[in-house]
C-alpha cells in the first residue's frame, strides 16, 4: 500500500469516526505504524515535496491528522480531510 493510499485510508476511518470513536484512534496508530508522525514535514526543505510528491503530500497530510489528534484540536480534521479529498481526487 502506497501513501496516497494509505492516506484514503486514513480519511476514511477517520470520516467514520464521527460514529465510532474506537475507528478515529486506529486511523491514528495506523499512521503511526506505517511511519507517520507528528510534524513530520518539520525542518525539511520546499524540495522535499517535490521528490515523490504524492507520497510526500499524502505524509504531510497525515501527519497534520496525528498532531490534530495529539493536541486535541479536533477542528483540525474538517479541514484536513478536506484538503486531503481533494488531493486524493486530483484537485492539488
Do not use: C
Amino acid at each position: 500500500m502506497n501513501r496516497r493510499e494509505q492516506l484514503a485510508y486514513v480519511v476514511g476511518l477517520i470520516d467514520y469516526s464521527s460514529r465510532n470513536s474506537n475507528s478515529l484512534k486506529f486511523a491514528i496508530e495506523f499512521a503511526k505504524d506505517n511511519g507517520i508522525h507528528k510534524d513530520i514535514h518539520v525542518g525539511k526543505e520546499e524540495y522535499w515535496f517535490d521528490q515523490d510528491r504524492d507520497n510526500r503530500v499524502s505524509e504531510w497530510l497525515m501527519g497534520q491528522f496525528i498532531t490534530g489528534y495529539e493536541d486535541n484540536n479536533y477542528i483540525a480534521y474538517n479541514s484536513t480531510i478536506n484538503i486531503s479529498m481533494s488531493f486524493l481526487n486530483g484537485i492539488y
